[in-house]
């Protein structure tokens, strides 16, 4: 009976009833994200029919945002939906967006809470023209006792502290994906009632996989573990993993992340030579913490190759590190290469994949 379903709105409430202390404040808080995600999905499914002076995607200014991008409308249009939509209800002390250089100052005109936000408010955006699954990735924090105008300081805290972390994600269905620490579990919004109801309780992660998701075209810049670990999947049945690899590449971690919580496998982003100054090119504090406390809740990894993403302790707002994700048996196995590689004891391997260009070449 469709009116029996579980929304958001109610598993939320009644997740708080069955907690230890129930914090009234992170529920009025996470109606208001989800309230928000709404509102982006209708922006983001306006696409070219949006017309000017449409207000559910009016027409924005755009420019290079701090990470040096050039913004698309929708970036600035779901940027404006996330701050204007939870900036009001008193549960934040500030917020740090993927958009903004500098952390968000709650306006004085209205009360300030006890969290802190950090978000993307659209991932994917290279795929918005192309009319590819993007999605908004958001993480809670506490904001420390006593302090009511949080600085850049304030915001680093490793992602062991996130409080609940999520993802909205805009493909042929909207959904929002949330772990409260004690599980993950995925809604689906109802057009017809404009509500996330509950259709993937409890999500877990195969943990094994034969599927990976990265970016080839980098090949070249990456460290050997990653290039013996790609070029063992790509070799199957013929070689030492003695089974045939599918890959995949969307250029969305929401929706690479969301495959393979619904089916396994493993993304990675991972460490490149290609821009020396950037360890990576997923950003920390709302890309990598959220993604890899919704991963670990469901049972998978989540990596640099070298430590948890979880325990890593920020030193920048906007930091970037490698990522590796997904089911845990695949993770571990990357892990250990670049274990093997460290030490020095890497295990020789040819590259029929990859010719004499590589920066790696061994042989
Ligand atoms: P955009 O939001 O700029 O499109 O970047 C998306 C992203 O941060 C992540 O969602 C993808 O996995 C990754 O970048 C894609 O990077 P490449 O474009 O280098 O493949």
Redesign the pocket.
Known sequence: MPYRRTTLSKFIIEDQRRAAAPEPELTSLLNDIQTACKLIAVAASRGGIAVPGDTRAPAVETAVNVQG?QQKPLDVIANDIMIGTCEWGGQLAGMVSEEMEQPYEIPAVYPRGRYLLVFDP??????IDVNMPVGTIFSVLRCPEGVTAPGLEHFLQPGTAQVAAGYAIYGPTAMLVLTLGAGVHGFTLDPEIGAFTLTHPDMAIPPDSHEFAV?VSNERFWEPPVRRYVDECVEGTAGVRGVDFNMR?I????A?VHRILVRGGLFM?PRDAKDPSKPG??RLMY?ANPMAMIVEQAGGAASTGRGRILELAPAEIHQRVPVILGSRSEVERLVRYHAEYDAGEDAPFKTPLFNARSLFRTA
Request: charged letters at 30%; proline letters at 0%; glycine letters at 6%.
């Open positions: 991008e659209l991932d994917g955006s290279s795929n970016n590449w250029a969305s971690m929401v690479e982003y090119r997923l890309e």
